[in-house]
C-alpha cells in the first residue's frame, strides 16, 4: 500500500510540473500573438497610408470630356 501511494505523489508531482510548464508555455504564447496582431495592426495602418486609392476623391476628379 505505501508504494502505491508513492507510486501516486511521484505522478501527482510530475504531473504538477507538467502543468505549470504548460501553463507557461501558453502564456508565452499569448503575449507573442498579442504583440503580432499589435505589429500587423500597425503595419495595415501604415500600408493604408502609402498607398494611394486606386479612386480619386469626388473633389478631385476630372469631369468626363463630353461636358
Known amino acids: 500500500m505505501e508504494s502505491r501511494l508513492d507510486d501516486?505523489?511521484?505522478r501527482l508531482t510530475h504531473q504538477e510540473l507538467a502543468i505549470d510548464n504548460?501553463?507557461?508555455s501558453n502564456l508565452?504564447?499569448?503575449q507573442a500573438i498579442t504583440r503580432l496582431q499589435a505589429e500587423i495592426a500597425y503595419l495595415k495602418t501604415l500600408l493604408r497610408e502609402l498607398t494611394p486609392?486606386?479612386?480619386a476623391a469626388p473633389g478631385e476628379e476630372t469631369p468626363p470630356p463630353h461636358y
Request: proline share 0%; glycine share 0%.
Open 8 to 10: 501516486l505523489e511521484f
Open 53 to 55: 486609392s486606386a479612386v
Open 28 to 30: 508565452q504564447q499569448q
Open 22 to 24: 504548460l501553463t507557461e
